[in-house]
């Protein structure tokens, strides 16, 4: 087993000729090629073998669904045994561990937190093989998918059934991007997510919205009795606290907006 130092062999025969052969390579690093050598000289001198052994090498990349890089993730490696190898925040590039994984060995690459607005990736479990090439591990984040819950209203707070909404989304994500005006007649730049009815406590449901897309809101149908709105509201996710209802931000647009959002 080597030591860091050289190793002799006496009473190699001269003219002969020998293999130098790995049987287990050093932690982190990867099984050396059989070394050739043979034996010229037979005045006593030295024959001189080195043997180089190449590390293992790993990049990690964090990716958004479109495969654009991702910052902000912090994620780790972690052993067998749940011992943390690396830990670190991803920033758009790959990060690299050489020298540290073991052959043979299995890792589990975990993401701690995953940026704002993305849902936390599964974890990705490897094995190191007996390689010097570079290993390339990629993470997907999928956008956040959130539900909108709110209580239709009266000016009386008085929970009402029966009213019909629909619900648009933005498809244009160009930054600075003017958002259309949403009428019964015009969409523009909205395109049609889904439509809920409120139920006999006043209560609508809009599940599985991306969290970084605006939504605008429409009433369709009012309850009995009570007038239509005439604008809408347009609906933005603001990761802050966890998914709960302090996450939305609610903006009327038009007039004759009698909701409340609760």
């Known amino acids: 087993t080597s030591d860091g130092q050289p190793h002799e062999i006496k009473g ?6 020998y293999t130098l052969r790995e049987v287990t ?10 070394q050739k050598f043979q034996i010229t000289a037979a005045d006593g001198s030295v024959t001189s073998v080195t043997m180089k052994d190449d590390p293992t090498k790993y990049a990690f990349y964090k990716v958004d669904e479109d495969g654009a890089a991702l910052s902000g993730a912090v994620l780790e490696v972690r052993s067998r045994k749940g011992t943390v190898i690396d830990r670190w925040t991803t920033d758009g590039s790959a990060h690299t561990i050489e020298g540290k994984l073991i052959v043979g060995q299995k890792y589990t690459l975990h993401e ?6 993305y849902a936390v990736a599964d974890d ?28 239709k209203t009266s000016f009386t707070k008085t ?36 439509t809920q ?9 809009f599940s599985e919205l991306i969290a970084t897309r605006t939504y605008a809101l429409i009433e369709k149908k009012a309850t009995d009795g009570q007038q239509l709105a005439s604008g809408y509201w347009l609906i933005t996710y603001d ?24």
């Open 159 to 194: 929970p009402l059934a029966g009213t019909t909404f629909d619900l648009y989304y933005c498809y244009d994500q160009t930054p600075g991007h003017t958002h259309s005006t949403l009428t019964s007649t015009s969409t523009g730049c909205w395109q049609m997510f889904d």
């Open 25 to 34: 390579p050093a932690d982190g690093y990867v099984t050396a090629a059989d």
């Open 12 to 17: 190699l025969t001269a003219g002969a000729t």
């Open 124 to 151: 990705i479990s490897f094995t190191v093989p007996d390689s010097s090439a570079l290993q390339k591990i990629t993470m997907t984040n999928k956008l956040k998918r959130v539900d909108f819950t709110f209580t």
């Open 239 to 262: 990761e802050r606290t966890g998914n709960s209802d302090t996450d939305w931000t609610v903006t009327p647009v038009g007039t004759e907006l009698n909701m409340d959002f609760y």
């Open 197 to 205: 009815t409120s139920d006999a406590n006043g209560s609508l449901t």
């Open 112 to 117: 701690v937190s995953a940026p704002a607005n």
